[in-house]
């Protein structure tokens, strides 16, 4: 397991892994997906698949997360070449940001432009209903707030700039498009847009914190996610980013309800058939749209 002293990867590192990687495979992705737990789904619909346990990969992580397989996986989705993660890294397990967020630079160098992100979280604003989608707008980065940043430290230009910003991590076009297609699919009452906040668990929420997040505006929260889009934005890539409502926060001290991740999963596996339309229809229109372009 990784420690805070670790020394922490080079570029040549990470580009030793990226070309392991391309010589391991035809694939040559343009889209990048991460899946959240139970959402790991996503990865049996690509075509012509060539998959990677991460303890082959030069350099992984692994992950140690029950709905969190440990795979990166190469095929086609939609006739779009992509790489999917089943399977995330956490600071909850002991990785450091950087660590968790390497496969992003990975990503980077295979000559990835998209990322999409995945994650099953706890809805904050009263409306939303386990079940729900929702398109992430925005995000509240807590452990940034405390320092905890996968940017800290020496930066290499040959990623990207000293001080990215974040202004327009989730992009308005995705977003977009990704109404209209819930609109086509005919569930567009169920696809919302709201803030995402990152925690760094591994517990779950006091009911006076999810009180404290709700008025700072978010409108879920959960483990992941934003370490993942800071480390895409400063490469480049274009980002979307989606949270699957698994359960509602617990604001009331009378309440009996409690968050566990076994619930978590079940909600996961309902809700997998429409996310699994959803992300195919959109990468679909990115494609044809980068044709066009």
């Known amino acids: 397991m990784a420690c805070q002293g670790e020394k922490r990867y080079t570029y040549e590192d990470c580009k030793r892994t990226a070309d392991w990687l391309l010589s391991n495979t035809k694939h040559r992705p343009r889209v990048a997906i991460i899946c959240g737990s ?22 992984f992580p692994q992950s140690t997360v029950v709905g969190h397989a440990g795979r990166l996986v190469f095929g086609n989705l939609s006739g779009t070449p992509c790489v999917v993660m089943q ?11 950087w ?7 990975i990503f980077h160098l295979l000559g990835v432009e998209t990322l999409i992100v995945t ?10 209903e386990v079940g729900d989608i929702m398109v992430i707008q925005d995000h509240i980065n807590m452990p940034g707030f405390a320092g905890q940043n996968p ?21 308005q076009d995705l977003r977009k498009l990704a109404h209209t297609v819930a609109s086509e699919m005919g569930c567009s009452k169920t696809v919302r847009e709201g803030v995402y906040c ?5 517990n779950y929420e006091t009911i006076a914190e999810c009180r404290f997040l709700q008025r700072l505006g978010a409108d879920a929260v959960g483990m ?14 274009r980002v979307f980013g989606f949270s699957l409502i698994t359960n509602k926060a617990v604001l009331d001290y009378e309440s009996k309800e409690k968050a566990n991740h076994a619930e978590v999963l079940e909600a996961s596996r309902q809700s997998a058939r429409m996310l699994e339309k959803l992300v195919s229809l959109m990468v679909q229109r990115i494609e044809r749209n980068n044709n066009l372009a």
């Open 38 to 59: 139970g959402l790991g789904g996503l990865a049996d619909l690509l075509k012509d698949q060539v998959a990677f346990e991460y303890g082959r990969i030069p350099n």
């Open 198 to 202: 990152a925690l760094g668990g591994p």
């Open 99 to 105: 660590k968790v967020t390497f496969p992003v630079r």
């Open 87 to 97: 399977g995330r890294f956490h600071m909850y397990e002991g990785y450091p940001l």
């Open 224 to 237: 992941s996610t934003v370490p993942e889009v800071i480390v895409a934005r400063h490469c480049g890539m």
């Open 151 to 171: 940017l800290v430290g020496p930066n290499d230009d040959r990623f990207g700039v000293r001080f990215p910003a974040m202004s327009d991590a989730y992009n």
């Open 119 to 128: 994650n099953a979280a706890g809805g904050l604003n009263p409306e939303y």
